[in-house]
């Protein structure tokens, strides 16, 4: 099984690479293209909201095809959309490579989540989840120094060669390697198309599925707006830091991602207190958040940057939230609508950024000021709706044994 996890999680990580390397190439494509804080922020955004749109569609497709055959179906979009980038003559063709990126790499991670959630068991789901996203987090790391280097050096062009090509030996290890085992009992009578969707959409009909989407859209969103995009930029321009210098910043971030997710999901408190865990922790993560567009200080705000790494980890906590108000039955789906809202999150908060720093600079306001108070505010949002709203019958039963108990 871990054997399996791992040749999946080798796409998820090239996927976590794709998704980051705004945040270094900026620079470069500001300077090649003339683009704008907006015209970056959708660049950075189209991956995000290629890949959250069809998250619906790979969802269905696990459902009645399998996890393995819709990968391989879906991620060599991902290398032709990385080699479409590595020689885009104008940013019409930049746009239309991420698209074919976000794309490719929609089943990366859900296919990984709903792996974990069908063959290892449900006690050791967020531990096991938490593994993942660090192991899947080395895609980070190549999007830091190492990438940095290479882009300096070579150019941007060189970047997205190098995904490529990385992209092909992902696919071809999946493709030797993953050969999911029947689940046990009887098969399940494949569904039609038509019933599948309406399957997902009773999910939206739910009334606790809302307040789990509006954390969700936020909570992701925040930490690669700033990791993703507004890292290297920021550094740059406030600073003063080469671009490598910049990177060594975003390793930073990448190598912390590795084990907060995985620490957070050890010491994960269990239904009955996990969502006081989420709330508290996404409004500190906010207020840092705000801090960081405050304070204009290198070595303060790299301190803050340090902190919101290691505090975002609370993130993957939101998995065993949902695999918790759902019945099991519901889970693999419930999972999938989590997943695109992440990532629309995802897409939508780069974008809506890109727009903010474009007013900022001209209303002669610094824009990564704007931008990092933006981010605070959506999360502090996302944050309130998630404690306000209703939350799964399910967890409320959970409580009530506790309570008994309690009584007595």
């Not at 804080?37 to 909201?49: M, N, R, V, Y």
């Not at 490579?97 to 794309?103: E, F, M, S």
Request: charged share 10%; with cysteine; aromatic share 12%.
């Amino acid at each position: 099984m871990w054997a399996m996890l791992l040749a999946l999680l080798s796409a998820f990580a090239l996927s976590q690479a794709y998704r980051s390397v705004t945040a270094i190439m900026a620079p470069s494509l500001q300077g090649d293209f003339g683009l704008t804080p907006a015209s970056l922020g959708t660049f950075a955004g189209l991956f995000g909201l290629s890949f959250g749109v069809t998250q619906f569609f790979m969802g269905i497709g696990m459902d009645l095809y399998g996890l393995r055959r819709t990968v391989l179906t879906a991620f060599p979009l991902a290398v032709a959309g990385a080699a479409l980038s590595a020689a885009a003559p104008s940013y019409g063709w930049l746009l239309m490579g991420q698209l074919l990126i976000g794309v490719g790499c929609a089943p990366a991670f859900l296919a990984c989540t709903v792996f974990i959630s069908r063959h290892f068991p449900s006690s050791r789901f967020a531990f096991v989840s938490g593994i993942g996203l660090g192991i899947g987090g080395t895609g980070l790391l190549l999007t830091g120094t190492p990438l940095a280097w290479l882009v300096e050096r070579w150019g941007w062009r060189s970047g997205f060669a190098l995904l490529a090509g990385l992209s092909v030996l992902a696919w071809l290890l999946i493709w030797r390697r993953v050969h999911e085992p029947a689940l046990a009992g009887a098969a399940p009578e494949r569904e039609r198309w038509g019933v599948a969707v309406r399957r997902f959409g009773a999910l939206f009909l739910l009334p606790h599925t809302l307040g789990i989407l509006m954390l969700g859209m936020v909570a992701y969103a925040s930490f690669l707006a700033l990791r993703g995009l507004w890292i290297a930029p920021m550094l740059i321009d406030r600073y003063g830091f080469t671009l490598v210098q910049s990177g060594h910043m975003a390793l930073v971030m990448s190598l912390i991602s590795l084990f907060a997710p995985a620490l957070f999901g050890r010491f994960d408190p269990g239904p009955t207190r996990r969502r006081t865990w989420m709330v508290n922790f996404s409004l500190l993560v906010a207020a840092l958040y705000m801090a960081l567009g405050l304070v204009h200080h290198a070595m303060l705000n790299m301190a803050l940057v340090v902190s919101i790494s290691m505090l975002s980890g609370y993130a993957v906590l939101q998995y065993s939230d949902v695999r918790s108000s759902y019945p099991p039955d519901l889970t693999g789906r419930a999972l999938s609508v989590f997943t695109m809202a992440l990532f629309l999150g995802v897409g939508l908060v780069q974008w809506l950024t890109g727009q903010v720093a474009n007013w900022a600079q001209t209303q002669g306001i610094e824009p990564y000021r704007a931008v990092m108070i933006t981010i605070g505010a959506l999360l502090a949002l996302g944050s309130t709706a998630f404690r306000w709203l209703p939350r799964s019958p399910l967890l409320l039963q959970a409580q009530e044994p506790k309570r008994v108990q309690e009584t007595h």
